[in-house]
């Protein structure tokens, strides 16, 4: 069975920085595309970044480009969000997700990733 457990959520500054991370088990991640996604209270679940399982491309939504960066190793099974420069508009849960399909260019859509984590709460507020 498939788990995603995402850590390294919490309260912080605006301007600060946080890393998250998203530990799989029970399969192993090096032929996987994963992305993050997050929710606001009363929104619904929009993309964040991805990576292929080669890590040869990534993808940002708008809102993070030039903020956010993605990382996979493959050897520890994880993959990982940094996350600079947050804003009081970053607050959210972010999960972790998988996609066993393999595609050349990460997808964007939530309903092509197959496998989620229960998500970590980022609040960001001065």
């Known amino acids: 069975q498939v788990h995603l457990v995402e850590s390294g959520g919490g309260l912080v500054h605006p301007g600060a920085s946080l890393e998250l991370s998203c530990r799989v088990s029970?399969?192993?991640?090096?032929?996987?595309?994963m992305g993050w996604f997050r929710q606001a209270p009363g929104k619904e679940r929009e993309f964040v970044a991805a990576?292929?399982?080669?890590?040869?491309?990534?993808s940002f939504a708008d809102s993070v480009k030039g903020r956010f960066n993605i990382a996979r190793d493959d050897a520890k099974n994880t993959v990982s969000l940094h996350m600079n420069m947050l804003k009081p508009a970053d607050t959210a849960v972010y999960y972790c997700?998988?996609?066993?399909?393999?595609?050349?260019?990460?997808?964007?859509?939530?309903?092509?990733?197959?496998?989620w984590g229960q998500g970590t709460q980022v609040s960001v507020s001065s």
């Open positions: 997700a998988l996609d066993q399909k393999s595609a050349i260019l990460p997808s964007m859509n939530s309903h092509d990733y197959d496998y």
């Open positions: 029970g399969r192993a991640i090096s032929t996987e595309n």
């Open positions: 990576i292929t399982w080669s890590a040869g491309s990534q």
